[in-house]
C-alpha cells in the first residue's frame, strides 16, 4: 500500500499564514490534491494538480510541490477557513489511491 | 452544476444487508468515473473504490476488495454501494463523489452530502 502523511493539527491567527505539508514517495511523480472539510460536511476541492484552484476557490488557497513533499497554503486566514485539510495522491504505478492522514487547522 | 443526491441514514444490525445510492445529474453520468469514500467517527478520508457506469468497470481499494460492492444502473444515473452482511465496523459516513482521472490526474471533484450508516451488534 501507500502513505501520505500530513501534521494532525496546524494553529494559525486570523490575517497570518497557514502552511500544511504532506509527504509521500511518489509525490515527485505525482499530482496532489487537497479538500477541506467544515464540521458536519462533505469535502470540497480546494486545489487540483499540485497548485491549480477550482472556480469559487478564494485566492488565498494555493498549492506548491518540493520533492516528497507537497504544501497547501492559507493566506490571510480566516475564521472560515477551520476546518480538516486532507491532500490526496496515487503511488508510483497508480494502482493505490489515497488520502492523507488529515490535518486539523484551528483559527486561534 | 454536478449534483449528487445520496440516500438518507442507515440504521442496521450486524448480519445484515445494505445497498445505499447515489443520483447523480447535472451531468452526463455514463461518461465519468464515480467513486465511495468511508469516513469512520472521528477518522478520516478512505478512498474505497470507482465506477465507470458506462461499462460498469469497477476498481477497489485492497482495503475493500471483497468486503463491500459497488455497483451503478445507468437508466437511473445511479450508483450504488452494498454490502451483503454488516458489521459494527461499518458504521460510518459514506460519500460519492465523481473521480475525474486520465493516464495523468485522479481526483474527486463534486461530492454528494454523505450517507450515514450506523450498524449495532
Known amino acids: 500500500s501507500y502513505e501520505l502523511t500530513q501534521p494532525p493539527s496546524v494553529s494559525v491567527s486570523p490575517g497570518q499564514t497557514a502552511r500544511i505539508t504532506c509527504s509521500g514517495d511518489?509525490?515527485?511523480?505525482?499530482?496532489a490534491y487537497w479538500y477541506q472539510q467544515r464540521p458536519g460536511q462533505a469535502p470540497v476541492l480546494v486545489i487540483y494538480?499540485?497548485?491549480q484552484r477550482p472556480s469559487g476557490i478564494p485566492e488565498r488557497f494555493s498549492g506548491s510541490t518540493s520533492g516528497t513533499t507537497v504544501t497547501l497554503t492559507i493566506s490571510g486566514v480566516q475564521a472560515e477557513d477551520e476546518a480538516d485539510y486532507y491532500c490526496?495522491?496515487?503511488?508510483?504505478?497508480?494502482?493505490?489511491?489515497?488520502f492523507g492522514t488529515g490535518t486539523k487547522v484551528t483559527v486561534l | 452544476e454536478v449534483q449528487l443526491v445520496q440516500s438518507g441514514a442507515e440504521v442496521k444490525k450486524a448480519g445484515e444487508s445494505l445497498k445505499i445510492s447515489c443520483k447523480g445529474s447535472e451531468y452526463s453520468f455514463t461518461n465519468y468515473w464515480i467513486g465511495w469514500v468511508r469516513q469512520m467517527p472521528g477518522k478520516g478520508l478512505e478512498w474505497m473504490g470507482i465506477?465507470?457506469?458506462?461499462?460498469?468497470?469497477?476498481r477497489y481499494s485492497p482495503s475493500f476488495q471483497g468486503q463491500v460492492t459497488i455497483s451503478a444502473d445507468k437508466s437511473l444515473n445511479t450508483a450504488y454501494l452494498q454490502w451483503s452482511s454488516l458489521q459494527a465496523s461499518d458504521t460510518a459516513i459514506y460519500y460519492c463523489?465523481?473521480?475525474?482521472?486520465?493516464?495523468?490526474?485522479?481526483?474527486?471533484?463534486?461530492w454528494g452530502q454523505g450517507t450515514l450508516v450506523t450498524v449495532s451488534s
Open positions: 490526496q495522491s496515487a503511488d508510483s504505478s497508480s494502482t493505490y489511491y489515497v
Open positions: 465506477i465507470y457506469p458506462g461499462d460498469s468497470d469497477t
Open positions: 463523489a465523481t473521480w475525474y482521472s486520465s493516464t495523468f490526474y485522479a481526483y474527486f471533484d463534486s
Open positions: 511518489a509525490l515527485p511523480r505525482q499530482y
Open positions: 494538480k499540485d497548485n
